[in-house]
């Protein structure tokens, strides 16, 4: 980086001064680097492994890295960086005339604009990119890098994890899949915190890999002292007064005097200078300000080559110098700076695109400036994005119609998706533009999900529901107190109050996006009913919800009216209507429940209210039930007993009704009794299965029929982007189906089963990876969050097509003891590398013993293994520890006095064998 004072004469005006560059304190510099004490970055020597290097790609870009053994080549088509050893790298990346590409195997990331990009490149199973700013386009690749699989598309603040092995899978798929099998992710905390690297931030970066945390703290640290040059010199700039730099008005008055080449080349340099700062400081600079530089800089190449490669150089720092700063009012000067430099040097230029230089700008007071005032810049950015992009108009009304299929959008709408997700407070400083970027999200997906593709309005259900869900719980936090009055009416959050045409805008959104639930339903019923009705019912509470909270937050004296029955009996009606057809009557109540099959009423004990019943003594299939039964709330049972024990459910059976109806007549002839709504107490409280000679069950729900409650705990609580599991999913790959889920006083009961654990050793082993089924008892109570009774069966010559359960015969590996979730990553890492260890032996004993079937224990609190297997009808017991043979004995004789070396676990069973024959 240069600092600037360009001058022509002295004072006196009798000699000319040399045009100077000195240098900036950290930007320029080429080297390695670490952290020197707390927040010091200092320059040393190569001779630590935990340092990173730096390397200017020419005036502009730069390259963090921990491996220097990357290649940089040049074409016509612009510029490859070519990643040829595992490494950490960050990629900063302005030249708008290099076209970069970085290439790794298995991918390639292209920058769409200005990038700044970090790569952790393990091997081809473990790859993580994270975009700060800007976006960029990511090419999965075949396993030769030479054909495009399909493409992933990363805006700010959002990273990527995958094995490059898989790619092959994923041919043209769309984004829902690639973010269901591929960790794709939006990061909400700034990259910085009160001018420290974000230590949150970057756990994420190194999926928890604590080891990591020094050198890619060291990393950002650089970025950040980095970038406080920029600001600097970026002040000084706006400040210099042009009328300031000497000399220039005496030459232009006695040019002729001045046909030296030296004071010609000097002269120019000042006028190109002076040109640039008109254009950083005045909005209006003339489109003439433009040409006469670019006019300059070719008078100065034909003067002096050298003198033109400085001054490109130098314009080319201050490009950049200009392009990090971080106030919204500063968004024209990068349009005006891009511009004039893509005039100047003839090249592709970023200066129309607007809407970028927005959304770089706001992360930039995001990450280096801690700004906090998110979703008004944003609001700003989405306007001009969907203008610029043709989406919408100058009036913010849709006009485009035909880019559904690209996968851009697809990407761009779930970014939206995830930053919403992140950000919804309606304690929002800025609650209208909040409410804007909803409704252009909308707008956005609306369009999306339309057309013939019926996948694509499947995807649309899905991806809404997070966003309702989020909404809703942030409306019930922020408006309403979190106890209701004793008769059930929500209690208003005092103070805290939405404006009429704000709470228009807030309940168009959601009935929108509730509606496409509502019109395209019935799509849904597929393969997967069970899930199906999870969605079903997942929208009907949502939908009451939030018909609850909008009446209480627009009249509330009308919502107590409609929904507090103290209030209802004071109105002196003689019969409570709570519909035009349904009283509250006995008569009422056994008509009603006569529907359902199964349900015996002759000996029912039953108590009317004023608008419910409570039932008692009620028979289905052999067993007695008690509840209460709301009609006016759409025929809510809840309070529910059987056989005198507490169920903790409740439904409401018009939703419950409606949910089911598309079901049953869409399902085959022989599926049919699953899906009828005449059978929901046997089908939800008595059997298990999907006929008639279903199995009675007595303590657990129906799979097709889970309680909503343990629907949302797996769905949200343990299976959510910010769930229980969220922090090991890298690792630990746990599905829905997955889960056995209990609610217990204090806490859940939860058991996995068969879950996906991959691992890879720390090790330059033929085993590059560890792949196992994982099951165990999950415990979530108060500060207790660990797994028990672990089970693995691993897998060899293990493929993503199936499953060969070879090793130990197909028998379990049990764990030993309780690991807590929180140390999950460090312990599986140990794990890992000590099964290199029983790997080996096993290996030895199918050589020795032919023998595969083994019993194998894993202690936690130590990291020993213990394998046990049978020979000639006695045991062989194997102890291993850190490489090291600690016990190994037969028939109670142990052949090893000294802990001994694995390399000798061969040696030492044959000396056994030659024992055993000579008995």
Do not use: C
Not at 218 to 232: G, I, K, N, T
Request: glycine share 6%.
């Amino acid at each position: 980086m240069f600092l600037l004072y360009l001058s022509f004469f002295l004072q006196d005006g009798s000699q000319v001064e040399k045009i100077s560059y000195p240098k900036n304190t950290i930007a320029s510099a080429t080297g390695y680097y670490s952290l020197s004490g707390t927040t010091l970055l200092a320059s040393l020597e190569k001779n630590d492994e935990s340092l990173f290097g730096t390397e200017r790609l020419g005036s502009m870009d730069i390259v963090l890295s921990t491996s220097d053994t990357y290649t940089v080549s040049e074409s016509w088509t612009g510029v490859s960086l070519s990643l040829t050893a595992t490494g950490k790298y960050v990629f900063q990346l302005y030249d708008p005339s290099k076209n970069y590409t970085i290439e790794v195997p298995g991918y390639r990331i292209h920058n769409i604009g200005p990038s700044l990009v970090y790569v952790n490149y393990d091997d081809v199973k473990k790859n993580f990119i994270y975009v700060v700013h800007w976006w960029v386009q990511v090419q999965l690749m075949d396993e030769k890098n030479t054909e495009e699989i399909t493409q992933v598309y990363l805006y700010p603040h959002t990273y990527i994890s995958f094995n490059a092995l898989n790619n092959k899978y994923f041919k043209n798929s769309d984004f829902l899949r690639i973010k269901s099998v591929f960790e794709l992710q939006y990061l909400d905390d700034p990259l910085f915190d009160d001018g420290s690297v974000n230590t949150e931030v970057l756990r994420h970066l190194v999926y928890g890999n604590e080891r990591d945390l020094p050198i890619l703290k060291s990393m950002f640290s650089y970025l950040h002292e980095r970038y406080a040059d920029f600001f600097e010199d970026y002040s000084y700039l706006r400040n210099i007064d042009t009328w300031q730099l000497p000399g220039a008005e005496r030459i232009q008055k006695y040019f002729s005097f001045f046909m030296n080449d030296a004071k010609r080349e000097v002269y120019y340099k000042n006028a190109v200078l002076a040109g640039y700062l008109d254009i950083l400081q005045h909005p209006s600079v003339e489109a003439q300000t433009y040409e006469q530089v670019q006019s300059y800089m070719q008078e100065l190449q034909s003067i002096s080559p050298q003198a033109y490669k400085e001054m490109k150089d130098l314009l080319s720092s201050l490009y950049v110098i200009s392009g990090n700063t971080q106030g919204m009012s500063d968004v024209a000067v990068k349009s005006r700076i891009s511009k004039l430099y893509a005039q100047v040097f003839g090249i592709k230029s970023y200066h129309e695109d607007l809407a970028f230089f927005l959304l770089n700008t706001m992360y930039y007071g995001y990450d280096f400036q801690g700004e906090t005032d998110f979703f008004s810049p944003f609001s700003q950015f989405l306007r001009q994005y969907m203008v610029e992009e043709g989406m919408i108009d100058s009036d913010g009304q849709f006009v485009r119609q035909d880019f559904s299929a690209s996968g851009v959008y697809d990407y761009f709408s779930n970014y939206l998706q995830e930053l919403l997700i992140a950000n919804i407070s309606f304690n929002s400083e800025d609650i209208t533009a909040l409410l804007y970027v909803l409704s252009r999200y909308i707008i956005l997906d609306e369009q999306l999900y339309t057309g013939e593709d019926e996948k694509r309005k499947i995807t649309g259900i899905q991806v809404h529901l997070d966003i309702l869900k989020k909404i809703q719980s942030e409306m019930l936090s922020f408006y309403f107190l979190s106890a209701r009055w004793e008769n059930d009416i929500l209690q208003r959050e005092f103070g805290n109050t939405l404006a009429s045409v704000e709470l228009d805008s807030l309940e168009k959104s959601v009935n929108q996006l509730i509606q496409f639930y509502d019109k395209n339903k019935q799509l849904i019923s597929g393969s997967s009913k069970e899930r199906d009705i999870g969605y079903m019912r997942s929208y009907s509470e949502l939908s009451g919800s939030f018909r609850e909270y909008f009446l209480a937050l627009r009249d509330y004296e009308k919502y107590e009216v409609e929904y507090n029955s103290v209030k209802r009996q004071l109105l002196d009606q003689a019969v409570v209507d709570v519909d035009t057809e349904t009283t509250i009557s006995e008569e009422s109540f056994l008509e009603y429940m006569s529907q359902f099959q199964g349900v015996v009423l002759t000996n029912v004990d039953l108590t009317i209210e004023e608008d419910s019943y409570h039932a008692e003594n009620v028979l289905i299939a052999g067993r007695r039930f008690s509840f209460d039964l709301l009609p006016g709330k759409r025929n809510e049972i809840r309070n529910i007993q059987i056989d005198g024990e507490d169920s903790r459910v409740s439904y409401a059976l018009d939703d419950e009704e409606e949910a089911l109806a598309d079901l049953f007549a869409q399902a085959k002839q022989e599926e049919r009794d699953r899906y009828d709504f005449r059978n929901f107490f046997l089908n939800t409280f008595i059997y298990k299965g999907g006929d008639t000679t279903r199995e009675i069950v007595q303590d657990e729900l129906p799979e097709d029929q889970e309680d909503k409650v343990i629907i949302a705990i797996k769905n949200d609580k343990l299976l959510g982007t910010r769930g229980e599991f969220a922090s090991i999913k890298n690792l630990l790959q746990i599905e829905y189906d997955d889960l056995d889920v209990l609610i217990k006083e204090g806490g859940y009961q939860i058991h996995i089963e068969d879950a996906f654990l991959e691992l890879s050793p720390e090790s330059d082993s033929s085993w590059k990876n560890i792949a196992a089924s994982f099951s165990a008892d999950y415990t979530l109570a108060g500060e207790d969050h660990y797994f028990s009774n672990i089970r693995l069966k691993l897998y060899e010559n293990y493929e993503i097509t199936g499953k060969n359960f070879e090793y130990f015969g197909g028998r379990d590996l049990t764990m030993i003891g309780t690991l807590d979730i929180r140390d999950f990553s460090r312990s599986m890492q140990s794990f890992a590398n000590t099964m290199l260890d029983v790997f080996q032996t096993y290996t030895s004993i199918k050589t020795i013993f032919s023998e595969t079937g083994m019993n194998v224990k894993y202690f936690l609190s130590t990291g020993k293994s213990d394998i046990k297997f049978e020979y000639k009808g006695k045991i062989i017991s194997i102890l291993l520890h850190q490489g090291m043979i600690e016990k190994l004995s037969y028939a109670w004789k142990n052949y090893v006095q000294n802990p001994a070396a694995l390399v000798t676990i061969s040696q030492l069973f044959r000396q056994m064998l030659e024992d055993v024959l000579n008995q």
